[in-house]
């Protein structure tokens, strides 16, 4: 019967998942991907890429074996190699998330609906609304409510 394993071992599992998820956070937020996966997608995720940067690790580093790895991980060198593996990998997957997704066009940050009235009261737009029974309404979008916050379409008069 194997017995619990030790704080090295839990240590180095530890060291060798983490890169997935920093990975999986620079390159969500180069490419400023604001859609949630749920847990379970960012964790399956995260493994992939952790078995990713560890197959490039293994080949810059030059490590055969499991053990090996498990081994040299607290060597500076091969720690500092594998945090710039990371770094560099997130860079990567990151920019071709940007190119691809993005088309190369940054997004702003933030709630959709905030962003959409920031750039019509910035710019001073007028409103007409179309209903689905035919009606057309003229407005303007301006603040509305008691918060700081609170947005409104006004329509005030009916064409």
Do not use: C
């Not at 940054?106 to 009235?117: A, C, I, K, V």
Request: glycine share 10%.
């Amino acid at each position: 019967m194997a017995g619990l394993p030790s704080l090295l071992d839990v240590v180095v599992v530890i060291i060798l998942l983490l890169p997935g998820f920093a990975v999986y956070s620079i390159a969500r937020f180069i490419a400023v991907l604001e859609r949630q996966l749920p847990e379970f997608e960012t964790i399956i995720w995260s493994l992939f890429l952790s078995l990713g940067i560890y197959g490039v690790f293994a080949i810059v580093i030059g490590i055969a074996s499991p053990d090996a790895l498990r081994d040299n991980i607290f060597v500076p060198s091969v720690l500092f190699t594998l945090v710039a593996t990371t770094l560099v990998a997130g860079l990567v997957l990151g920019l071709v998330l940007h190119v691809v997704v993005n088309k190369g066009v940054r997004p702003e940050r933030g709630n959709p609906w905030d962003l959409f009235f920031a750039s019509l009261t910035t710019d001073g737009r007028d409103l007409i609304v179309f209903t689905d029974d035919g009606k057309e309404f003229k407005g303007w979008v301006g603040n509305s409510g008691k918060d700081d916050r609170g947005l409104a379409l006004s329509p005030t008069v009916s064409v």
